[in-house]
T-cell receptor, first 112, second 116 residues
């Protein structure tokens, strides 16, 4: 049973366009939700971290939102660049055991 | 800053062979962990350590051993490699393993292991 579901699994967008990635989770209670960017052949790199009380967090062209009531988060990428081509992973920390629950990732390909 | 360093980057083993994946961090982080990443699945926790001398099992510990003799190093040992252990392995560290926000996890660049 996967506690973190991400959609779409993959998408292709034109350079300069915006896109939004979705994350639905069932982890409860949770302490924080993180978005990571993973380039091909590299380890995940943290983009944002939000506690259960935060609604939005930005990091440059990346903006994450969180709705703890509906257990949904989104990652919005503004004015995409070729370097945004990567997998974006949603990670939720289980408050009870401090374990991280990982989504399978959203694979984003930005084309010129 | 080196961050989290994993070696080797690539490895091919024959079934039954043993090997150690190395992980070192220079951030004085107390918490270190090992994950495996398989196609179509999220990262899964193998073993973790909350400090030198303390280790515990994660979600998929079978076939792997760990030890933590120093704060800096957290090697992962495969005693008898099996094809099911073909995967990409990531080591991660954090200032603390608690659930508090703001304590990000730093990941290494990974070791791609193939068992034939």
């Amino acid at each position: 049973k996967n506690q973190v579901e991400q959609s779409p699994q993959s998408l292709i967008i034109l350079e300069g366009k915006n896109c939004t990635l979705q994350c639905n989770y069932t982890v409860s209670p949770f302490s924080n939700l993180r978005w990571y960017k993973q380039d091909t052949g590299r380890g995940p790199v943290s983009l944002t971290i939000m506690t259960f009380s935060e609604n939005t967090k930005s990091n440059g062209r990346y903006t994450a939102t969180l709705d703890a009531d509906t257990k949904q988060s989104s990652l919005h990428i503004t004015a995409s660049q070729l370097s945004d081509s990567a997998s974006y992973i949603c990670v939720v920390t289980d408050y009870g055991n401090n374990r991280l629950a990982f989504g399978k990732g959203n694979q984003v390909v930005v084309i010129p | 800053n080196a961050g989290v360093t994993q070696t080797p980057k690539f490895q091919v083993l024959k079934t039954g062979q043993s090997m150690t994946l190395q992980c070192a961090q220079d951030m004085n982080h107390e918490y270190m962990s090992w994950y495996r990443q398989d196609p179509g699945m999220g990262l899964r926790l193998i073993h973790y350590s909350v400090g030198a001398g303390i280790t515990d099992q994660g979600e998929v510990p079978n076939g792997y051993n760990v030890s933590r003799s120093t704060t800096e190093d957290f090697p992962l040992r495969l005693l008898s490699a099996a094809p099911s252990q073909t995967s990409v392995y990531f080591c991660a560290s954090s200032e603390t393993g608690t659930a508090n926000a703001g304590y990000g996890y730093t990941f290494g660049s990974g070791t791609r292991l193939t068992v034939v």
